[in-house]
């Protein structure tokens, strides 16, 4: 192998970066010059954290069976290293029972980074931070998303390309219309016009769910998916339920029942017209074994499963099982949601409509072009602060 | 946002470029200088890949139930792009039945990389490759190999760190005693001085294997392994003699069992006082779930599972079932094994002694220091070819 010293190694580099950046994309300088066969470095100096609670302001007043709200509470962390800044988030909706912006404090200030010397120990900081207290997904996540857009901006490079994906094959995103009056129903499914794809909230009573389908399908033929919440108890009537909508045309159906009913919900999935997604029965990659069998899919929510780390391992776990993979959101502002999006090409559904239904986004993010899921080329996340961070 | 020209910008880009190489190391001038909040490229141009057929020279003639050998036949692949190279490697061991450096060849020559863009494209590319043909996973694998090294080489850093392992934490390797006569096992033993776990390949009969291990006992009292290569076809033998291994201080058994027998082997991992690893047994991701119950672990070789890429994604499903992971190899060059080493620090145990079993390595790769396997900081792989490629 040629050696050369670290003066001719600079010089070599620096020609190569100036050739290059007049020619062409910084890119070329950086790896093909500077990289190729040299001992790369890893910066130096401690990661510092921050982090705060912001209220995400709803558009509309949003009811799921058994909550409404008109603002949902939201965690931001802020992970510097070497003069690079990544951002995280994790919605905190009700149903994240004792996850709230003062929990998640709490949580996040237990963090100690002092212990690792740069931020691509991945797997010890994710695993020590795990295990610092159990649940608090949501702050969990918020931390994994910054990690990820740190690393994803110090290697330079969108971390949907650090994960091998294509971004042209992102789906749609489906756009939400929660449970409602007919009125309202009707309103936010034309407000809808722009999404390819309607994902309707059931799971009330038999007679709501039907009339909440009629009510978007007397204004709409779009494809449809709907969540149903834990609503059906009975298997019988999930079942029913099931292959009424499959003669509206609804393509798949989510959590039909309560979330620890294995035996009959594999029933329902063994006779379903449609496929079954979990969402409340998934919280964790441990629990994806347990599912096969019990649900054709799962939905993946990063403030379930604690970030883009886990859900990749779940990714990885429903492909052996040969089980189906879509991914969720809660309101959320474009900086989780981005995240979110970095794995949204190996997705059959994307939930990811959490920016387009709050009024105060202070991020700039991916883009939803015609309701497709639209990833960009910036390192990390992809998601870019607007407003300074207090 | 703040919004430059491009000239602005190269400007900006190259003075900090400058002040950073004379500073200090260029991974801050690419990362934290030129890739923040920039649209990042992803270079230009078209794949190119070449493969050729290498006979690596064993120091020692080989032995394992049923085969012996002098040389191992390997395939190397070489993948180009944008003026960065990649390099992979996969042995061709005679077990792998079908696989020989011919039939490889043919498969690599069906590869047509012209409709994909870039290599960042792991997924689809693979999936593509994967689909060409059944099988033929020495040569999938050394394509996914010289991919992974392109795409470190083409970000800047090494495979291990885009993973997010912590390179200190490899395991040692062990080093493999092959089936031989009684001096040239204690000969053997006695060489594997620097090394700190040793590998005993039995499943010969009961009183070779005892043979075995009682040789290597009379010269060495080392941390011991043993890989029993399907060899013991009775349940209750199985587990007999792991129960005589646990006596000599044996630490874990692979594969005690031919490799489709599932229900006896389940019985004698849930006596075993040893964790139990699949080898034969675990080819590729789909074969884990099944494993679960049956084995303790599995053992991972690229040349089984088809790759970094597909290994990953065992390591995640494995996690998800609870179950422990080792990797492997065969005779392999420096290349495959510095592959193989990426992730290594996720391994329970790691038996990647391939380059110390040979006379011809063309790489100069990840190295043992004291048996520990010990990763560097060089992008991609970590591997350097030595010689020209031909």
Redesign the interface.
């Known amino acids: 192998?040629k050696k050369i010293s670290r003066r001719s190694f600079?010089k070599t580099?620096?020609t190569a970066?100036?050739a290059a950046?007049?020619a062409?994309?910084?890119?070329?300088?950086?790896?093909?010059a500077?990289?190729?066969?040299?001992?790369?470095?890893?910066?130096s100096g401690k990661m510092k954290m921050s982090f705060r609670g912001v209220d995400l302001q709803l558009r509309h007043t949003f009811t799921i069976s058994g909550f409404s709200r008109d603002v949902t509470p939201n965690i931001q962390v802020r992970l510097e290293y070497?003069?690079?800044?990544g951002y995280g988030e994790g919605g905190l909706p009700p149903y994240m029972t004792g996850q709230n912006v003062q929990t998640a404090s709490e949580f996040l200030s237990k963090i100690n980074l002092d212990q690792f010397s740069n931020p691509?120990?991945?797997?010890?900081i994710l695993r020590y931070v795990d295990g610092i207290a159990p649940g608090m997904t949501c702050a969990k996540s918020a931390f994994d998303i910054a990690l990820h857009d740190l690393i994803g901006?110090?290697?330079?490079?969108?971390c949907h390309?650090?994960f091998?994906?294509?971004p042209e094959?992102t789906p749609n995103t489906c756009y939400t219309i929660g449970i409602d009056t007919e009125e309202v129903v009707r309103q936010k499914t034309l407000e809808a016009a722009p999404y390819k794809i309607l994902k309707v909230k059931l799971g009330v009573d038999e007679k709501t769910d039907k009339m909440l389908v009629n009510t978007v399908r007397s204004v709409s033929d779009k494809p449809m998916v709907v969540d149903a919440n834990q609503g059906w108890k009975d298997k019988h009537l999930a079942l029913d339920m099931i292959c009424w909508l499959k003669e509206q045309g609804i393509m798949m159906v989510e959590q039909p029942m309560p979330k620890t009913v294995f035996d009959d919900m594999a029933w329902v999935t063994a006779h379903s017209p449609l496929p079954t997604f979990a969402d409340e029965s998934c919280q964790r990659?441990?629990d994806?074994?347990k599912l096969?069998g019990v649900f054709t899919g799962i939905n993946l929510k990063l403030i379930k499963c604690s970030g883009l780390?886990e859900a990749?391992?779940?990714i990885?776990?429903a492909?052996?099982?040969?089980m189906k993979v879509m991914i969720g959101c809660t309101t959320e502002s474009s900086c989780a949601i981005s995240a979110a999006a970095q794995i949204a090409?190996?997705m059959e559904y994307a939930d990811l409509d959490g920016p387009l239904l709050i009024t105060n986004d202070m991020f700039?993010g991916i883009k939803f072009i015609d309701g497709k899921i639209t990833l960009?080329?910036?390192?990390g996340i992809g998601a870019?602060l607007?407003t300074p961070w207090e």
Chains 1, 2 share one sequence.
């Open positions: 192998m600079l580099n620096l970066a100036v950046a007049a062409g994309p910084l890119f070329t300088a950086c790896s093909n500077a990289n190729v066969n040299r001992k790369t470095s890893l910066g070497d003069g690079v800044v691509f120990l991945v797997e010890d901006k110090l290697v330079g490079q969108p390309r650090l091998g994906y294509n094959k990659l441990v994806v074994p096969h780390h990749r391992q779940m990885a776990t492909e052996a099982l040969g090409p190996r700039d960009n080329d910036r390192p870019e607007m």
